[in-house]
């Protein structure tokens, strides 16, 4: 057999009715239409308790290799599992409750050339409405802090390129903010990332993302700028707090006397620029560094 070259990734939990469907449409598909190099199927059943890996190990196909976590972990723990288990020189990240179609691994696969990531852009039902301000918020912020417009966050179908996947892998979380890390820090590195857009079916079940996820991702999202680029960060911090001494400043003129909250928002002011300088450092040495 020819070295593998794809390794698709599929992260599941508690996925039993869907599942089964999921694997054979997307074996089916691929055997039906060739692609460019022999692949893998990794299913990781991150800890399922509805009979998931009893189905999974019921499902004969050459190519499909099951791993599981001892208890549940984490949508990021899933993929870190799969893919230091892959073979394959790209990762391909394929969700397990039916909203993808098969075909769009062979797209990603068209268009990966030339790009360390091909992520789908998706067109339709991404989740309840009362979800989409909040994630309309943090593209918004992500796209700023990294300096391109990122037109989906957090999609989970998307290839990678496996060794600049592992270049980062200390930084990914274990929880759904993964889809949301790899595309920062893909992009603050410097990789070529490219979106392709795809149709996305409704999902089978219910999602196990909570509210505390979005919180979890902000944090995270701060943590990989300031691991990246800390002065898109500390700069606007920096200013609002110049801001605010000036016109503390003027309202002390105004009195004829200098008041300690003007003395201390200058402080302020020059140790958050001169930390965010520091930050910048040390983070060019890291890239340095990693190279």
């Given at each position: 057999m020819d070295k593998i070259k794809y390794s698709i990734i599929i992260p599941i939990f508690n996925e039993a009715k869907a599942i089964a469907k999921v694997i054979l449409n997307l074996s089916t598909y691929l055997k039906a239409h060739e692609i460019d190099s022999p692949?893998?199927?990794?299913?990781?059943?991150?800890?399922?308790?509805?009979?998931?890996?009893?189905?999974?190990?019921?499902?004969?196909?050459?190519?499909?290799?099951?791993?599981?976590?001892?208890?549940?972990?984490?949508?990021?723990?899933?993929?870190?599992?799969?893919?230091?288990?892959?073979?394959?020189?790209?990762?391909?990240?394929?969700?397990?409750?039916?909203?993808?179609?098969?075909?769009?691994?062979?797209?990603?696969?068209?268009?990966?050339?030339?790009?360390?990531?091909?992520?789908g852009e998706r067109q339709g039902c991404q989740g309840p409405w009362t979800r989409q301000p909040g994630k309309k918020i943090l593209k918004w912020?992500?796209?700023?802090?990294?300096?391109?417009?990122?037109?989906?966050?957090?999609?989970?179908?998307?290839?990678?390129?496996?060794?600049?996947?592992?270049?980062?892998?200390?930084?990914y979380p274990n929880g759904f903010s993964l889809s949301t890390t790899i595309t920062m820090a893909f992009l603050k590195a410097g990789c070529n990332v490219k979106y392709i857009p795809i149709k996305v079916n409704k999902r089978v079940g219910t999602s196990t993302v909570s509210p505390r996820d979005a919180l979890k991702t902000f944090v995270l999202i701060t943590r990989i700028i300031t691991l990246f680029s800390p002065m898109r960060f500390f700069i606007p911090i920096s200013m609002l707090f110049a801001l605010a001494t000036v016109v503390s400043v003027i309202n002390d003129i105004m009195l004829s006397n200098i008041s300690d909250t003007s003395i201390l928002l200058f402080i302020a002011t020059i140790f958050i620029f001169s930390f965010g300088v520091i930050l910048d450092q040390i983070a060019a040495v890291r890239r340095e560094i990693n190279k």
């Open positions: 692949y893998e199927i990794l299913a990781i059943d991150d800890g399922s308790t509805d009979g998931t890996y009893n189905i999974l190990n019921g499902l004969k196909l050459e190519e499909l290799k099951i791993f599981c976590n001892p208890y549940n972990k984490g949508y990021g723990s899933a993929l870190k599992l799969g893919a230091a288990k892959a073979n394959g020189r790209y990762l391909i990240f394929y969700d397990g409750d039916g909203q993808h179609n098969p075909e769009d691994v062979k797209r990603l696969i068209e268009e990966r050339n030339g790009y360390d990531m091909v992520v912020l992500a796209s700023y802090l990294v300096d391109f417009k990122i037109p989906d966050l957090n999609s989970g179908l998307r290839l990678v390129n496996r060794e600049k996947f592992n270049k980062h892998v200390q930084l």
